[in-house]
């Protein structure tokens, strides 16, 4: 049990971090200021009170802020990576 409490800490901070970096990177980038626009909607309850378990956000009005500065500063790293794919010169000796 200790092994998984242990990991469950690790992914706790791993996480904590991880908010912590999208909302430095999206107030570094003025995506965060002034707090005057209004958001509503209504969603699955459940969907709340697991996000706000995974991230360790308590209020409404940060884990939409995360969420919504999470999609705005996304890199498309995978996509950009896929097309890549075969441009790398075949002969280029990568040393292994």
Do not use: W, Y
Not at 44 to 67: C, H, N, W, Y
């Amino acid at each position: 049990m200790a092994t998984t409490r242990k990991a469950a800490q690790r992914t706790e901070h791993t996480m904590k971090k991880r908010v912590d970096a999208v909302v430095k990177v999206a107030r570094q980038t003025g995506l965060i200021g002034e707090k005057s626009a209004r958001i509503a909607g209504r969603v699955s309850p459940i969907l709340v009170e697991e996000a706000k378990k995974r991230t360790g956000l308590q209020s409404d009005t940060d884990l939409i802020e995360f969420a919504l500065a999470n999609v705005a500063i996304e890199d498309n790293f995978a996509e950009e990576f896929k097309k890549l794919e075969g441009t790398v010169d075949p002969t280029l000796d990568l040393e292994f």
